[in-house]
């Protein structure tokens, strides 16, 4: 099986960019590093649905050794993540705990296969090595494929962390954007419905849930308009807040009220 081939396959979120050429990489060094090694297999989850968990392979025949353990949930790999120690098998020929596993190995032509798990910050990566002959073994400690796996766990891991950091910034520079017209549009629903600064907010949140449309683009909507063609759902939201409350106010007899003619006391 020749190592310079790379495949990657899995969700799309690490299965294209800098995670999936580093995953496929990560196949081939561990292939290159271990010997009697003819292939490798690596993947990476984050917690997830295992089967969509993203794979890298030295050659398509692995990918399928890969694909039945998820399937199955059983074999090296599932072995490995549940217990956090190396699992492997001298030889498939006589081994009979995966069967599935151990009936695709053999129709590949792999003979043993052995694999190393590592966890970081909800990162879980396997790297897993194949032979076609028995008795490879690959252990944790101070092996090269070991500290290849412990590198790779911790710059996947850093990765990540940047890639949430980058979504967090961008998520406070659109609310940093978009703030001053939020605050516009609730001045405008303040003066409209006669409330308060946070009345108005709760008002246009429920707007923007019942239009399904953005806060920020009903906000910018509601500011160019002046709420022009929005007072239909405005009186939804509860009526208008200055006539209730003027209708609901003490009587002052000094105030004629309105239909009545002045100083008369009667209906004009």
Not at 81 to 109: F, I, M, N, Q, V
Not at 130 to 145: D, H, I, Q, S, W
Not at 211 to 220: E, H, I, Q, Y
Not at 226 to 250: D, K, S, T, V, Y
């Amino acid at each position: 099986m020749p190592t310079h081939t790379l495949f990657a396959t899995g969700a799309p979120d690490l299965a294209e960019g800098p995670s999936a050429r580093s995953l496929a990489h990560l196949a081939e060094q561990a292939a290159r590093c271990t010997p009697d090694s003819c292939g490798a297999a690596a993947t990476v989850g984050t917690g997830g649905d295992a089967a969509e968990a993203p794979a890298a392979v030295t050659h398509p025949d692995l990918s399928a050794l890969v694909s039945v353990q998820w399937e199955s949930g059983e074999g090296p790999i599932p072995a490995a993540l549940d217990t956090g120690r190396a699992t492997g098998a001298d030889d498939l020929l006589h081994e009979s705990r995966w069967p599935e596993y151990r009936a695709k190995a053999l129709e590949a032509g792999v003979r043993s296969s052995a694999t190393l798990p590592y966890r970081r910050d909800g990162i879980a990566l396997t790297i897993t090595v194949y032979g076609f002959r028995p008795g490879l073994k690959v252990e944790k400690g101070c092996t090269a494929t070991d500290v290849l796996g412990e590198l790779a766990a911790t710059g996947l891991a850093r990765e990540r962390r940047y890639r949430e950091v980058l979504v967090e910034v961008d998520q406070l520079d659109t609310a940093l954007r978009t703030r001053p017209v939020v605050d516009q549009a609730c001045g405008i629903l303040m003066y409209v419905l006669g409330c308060d600064a946070d009345t108005a907010f709760d008002a246009l949140r429920r707007l923007s849930q019942r239009t399904n449309r953005k806060l920020s683009d009903l906000a910018g909507a509601l500011v160019r308009t002046r709420g022009h063609g929005l007072e239909a759902e405005l009186r939804c939201l509860g009526g208008n807040p200055r006539q209730a409350r003027r209708a609901g106010a003490p009587h002052d007899p000094a105030d004629p009220g309105p239909g009545t003619a002045p100083g008369t006391g009667r209906e004009a």
